[in-house]
């Protein structure tokens, strides 16, 4: 039982480049939801999934998509990376979105230069 | 969805005492949750208090709710060194969002 995997753990990006981060989990869970943290600023949602074909935006969700084909993944695709995108992103998911505890990924530090 | 708003900002105390922080909200929830961070981490769940209850216990850990208030504390007894991390609360109304504040940076001096 992995938990919450995220790969990858570090990433350096060119300006305009695109990638994907990888969120899997092995507890089939239907929340999983992606989040930035910056300095000082805590942790800030950029999407959810309340199950399989299901997305929404949180916060801060300009400049990223995210799909949920399978109630395991749950990728998050920078389409044109920013130097203001440059962020720790942790990824989580819960039994359900209401009334259970979230179990995060390590995290993906990403510089985007 | 609703964000919680720790306080203070940052906390430092020395090994053996106890530590409270505090979490605001501003509408009415269903349930609040605890979450702690060490440092580069992802965050671990702690405890989760429902609307309906006052006071939960985990160990050393001792949360409260007042919901006439739009409040929340916990409570470390006899900190340690290991205790030294960041705190989120995450008030939960109405929808399936888990938010969260900014923290609460807990450094216990050995």
């Known amino acids: 039982n992995a938990g919450v995997t995220q790969t990858p753990k570090f990433q350096v990006l060119k300006t305009g480049q695109s990638m994907t981060l990888q969120c899997a989990q092995d507890?089939?869970?239907?929340?999983m939801s992606w989040y930035r943290q910056d300095p000082g600023m805590g942790l800030r949602l950029i999407h959810y999934?309340?199950?399989?074909?299901?997305?929404d935006q949180g916060e801060v969700p300009n400049g990223y998509n995210v799909s949920r084909s399978t109630t395991e993944d749950f990728p998050l695709r920078l389409l044109s990376a920013a130097p203001s995108q440059t962020s720790v992103y942790f990824c989580a998911s819960s039994y359900s979105g209401q009334q259970y505890e979230a179990f995060f990924g390590q995290g993906t530090r990403l510089t985007v230069v | 969805s609703q964000q919680g708003e720790e306080d203070p900002q940052a906390l430092s105390i020395q090994e053996g005492e106890n530590a409270t922080m505090n979490c605001s909200y501003k509408t009415s929830i269903n349930n609040l949750q605890w979450y702690r961070q060490n440092s580069g981490r992802g965050l671990v769940h702690l405890i989760l208090i429902r609307s309906n209850e006052r006071e939960k216990h985990s160990g050393r850990l001792r949360v409260t709710l007042d919901t006439s208030k739009k409040s929340s504390s916990l409570l470390i007894t006899a900190s340690r060194a290991a205790d030294t991390a960041s705190y989120f609360c995450a008030p939960q109304g109405g929808s399936e969002k888990l938010v969260f504040g900014k923290g609460t940076k807990l450094t216990v001096n050995p």
């Open positions: 507890m089939n869970h239907e929340y």
């Open positions: 999934s309340v199950g399989a074909g299901i997305t």
